[in-house]
């Protein structure tokens, strides 16, 4: 603390102030450009993977969508088919009664 007070008596406040306000910029752009620029670098790297993934993911979804309108047309079309050879063996019984 007497160092500051030795400071400010001998130099004056503005130029104690001008030293004080240089250090925390100084310690300010250290801390970002050690800590924060890695951190970031790192987050874009994770978040370009997660996009990446969220992609894929999406064309997953949109392959399995089109496998199950695949499944659900053939089951659609066998539903139809059985109804229709269930007509037939009506017809088929109709006609043999008919007969007789």
């Known amino acids: 603390m007497e160092n500051i ?5 001998e130099f ?25 620029k890695p951190s970031l670098g790192r987050m874009f790297a994770s978040s370009i993977k997660l996009t990446d993934q969220l992609r894929m993911l999406d064309q997953d979804m949109i392959r399995l969508q089109q496998k199950i309108n695949v499944v659900l047309e053939y089951r659609e079309r066998q539903q139809f088919l059985e109804e229709q050879q269930e007509e037939d063996e009506l017809e088929k019984l109709k006609s043999e009664t008919r007969k007789d």
């Open 12 to 36: 004056g406040f503005p130029v104690a102030m001008a030293l004080g306000m240089g250090y925390f910029i100084y310690y300010t752009w250290k801390f970002i450009t050690d800590e924060v």
């Open 5 to 9: 007070v030795k400071i400010i008596a």
